[in-house]
């Protein structure tokens, strides 16, 4: 009998430390278990999914335009040549004729650059300006050096445009020729006769002008090249002076330069 008393009593204390003694939770632990899972505290958190493979550039990358980070991607320069189409009174003694163009300097950002430009043009003289002169042949000759802002617009592709302008210096040179023989040496001692094209009159003035264009540029180099081809025209005006009782002259010079070449 002491011994039954005895095992009964040490019972309900074992049974007790199974539901509270390590590794069993009470129904305290639980409720609080379930109350971490339900304010989502104890969840982790979702990884940020990865960048999908088909996703667009942003832009300044791919085919739009540079950034322009690299302290060597500000510099900026030109070069091309191409034609002149003289308009209004000018084609009364200019026509048709070649230019070149070469330009350095520096890009702002990818919208904004300006380049300092030299160009030169070579126009010939009409015929009907010539016979009223009495001068067999003759040509009109500009160069100038001019500072051109030049502004990208935007684009995301291999193509895109630009406007540009500015001023500066402008010299006109308006020069007669007739051909005449003349005799030619060469380094041993030998000489011939040839005809070659003789000055035999000219005027000059220095002016102010201006010029303002548009162009087109193809990325032909690559999508993230800084260097493009280009294609552009302007109307180039030269405050050149008119004839006088003092002076000689053409009047104002205006021509519409078509150019071609490689931009950076």
């Not at 940020?48 to 991607?73: D, E, H, I, L, T």
């Not at 220095?206 to 090249?225: E, H, L, R, V, Y």
Request: glycine share 14%; net charge neutral; hydrophobic share 35%.
């Amino acid at each position: 009998m002491a011994c039954s008393a005895l095992a009964l009593a040490a019972f309900p204390s074992s049974a007790s430390a199974q539901t509270s003694g390590p590794g069993v939770s009470s129904s305290s632990d639980y409720k609080a278990y379930l109350t971490e899972d339900i304010d989502g505290a104890s969840l982790a958190a979702a990884p940020n999914p990865a960048p999908s493979a088909s996703a667009k550039p942003q832009y300044g990358q791919g085919n739009s335009y540079p950034s322009y980070q690299s302290r060597w991607s500000h510099i900026a320069f030109e070069a091309g040549g191409g034609f002149n189409a003289p308009v209004g009174h000018t084609t009364n003694y200019a026509t048709y004729g070649g230019n070149l163009t070469l330009g350095a300097g520096w890009n702002f950002n990818k919208w904004l650059g300006t380049l300092v430009e030299y160009q030169f043009m070579d126009d010939k003289i009409p015929g009907r300006t010539l016979a009223a002169v009495g001068a067999p042949g003759g040509n009109v000759h500009v160069w100038s050096f001019t500072v051109d802002p030049i502004v990208y617009l935007p684009s995301k592709g291999s193509f895109g445009a630009y406007f540009t302008g500015g001023g500066g210096f402008y010299r006109k040179v308006t020069t007669f020729t007739s051909p005449q023989a003349v005799l030619y040496c060469d380094y041993f001692g030998f000489c011939y006769e040839g005809v070659a094209n003789v000055t035999i009159g000219h005027f000059s003035s220095n002016q102010g002008g201006m010029n303002i264009g548009t162009g087109f540029i193809w990325k032909a180099f690559g999508p993230d090249s800084n260097g493009k081809l280009f294609a552009e025209v302007r109307y180039v005006w030269v405050d050149s002076p008119s004839a006088s009782a003092t002076q000689q002259g053409t009047g104002s010079f205006g021509t519409l330069p078509v150019t071609f070449g490689v931009r950076w």
